[in-house]
């Protein structure tokens, strides 16, 4: 059992950034991936960045990379979404999420698939 709790959403101008935070609580055993995804009305679920807990890889959305940043806080149980340079596109709900299952290419972590625990979400919404 693991619980995610979002945190660190708002409102900012185009260019601003934002640093949202994801705790996990529940359970002892650490997940093999932490990731970010966002999400609006009528869309699809859209990865944006993931690490695997282990070793520290990271992997990013084309649309994101050189703009945010995944991090972990492995004592804390804490992953981190820096997000700079922020874009109306970027305006989404995010959502943090976590497996315990092995992915072979960490490439996949940015699929839903697989992810089992979900956060109930921060709202990011970017000003033109």
């Known amino acids: 059992h693991v619980q995610l709790v979002e945190s660190g959403g708002g409102s900012v101008q185009t260019g601003g950034s934002l640093r949202l935070s994801c705790a996990a609580s529940?359970?002892?055993?650490?997940?093999?991936?932490m990731a970010w995804f966002r999400q609006n009305p009528g869309k699809q679920r859209e990865g944006v960045a993931a690490?695997?807990?282990?070793?520290?890889?990271?992997v990013y959305a084309d649309s994101v990379k050189g703009r945010f940043t995944i991090s972990e806080d492995n004592t804390k149980m804490v992953v981190y979404l820096q997000m700079n340079n922020l874009k109306p596109d970027d305006s989404a709900m995010y959502y943090c999420?976590?497996?315990?299952?092995?992915?072979?290419?960490?490439?996949?972590?940015?699929?839903?698939?697989?992810?089992?625990?979900w956060g109930q979400g921060t709202q990011v919404t970017v000003s033109s």
């Open positions: 529940g359970d002892t055993t650490k997940p093999f991936y």
């Open positions: 690490i695997s807990t282990g070793g520290g890889a990271t």
């Open positions: 999420a976590a497996t315990g299952r092995y992915l072979e290419d960490l490439s996949r972590a940015l699929s839903p698939i697989g992810f089992g625990f």
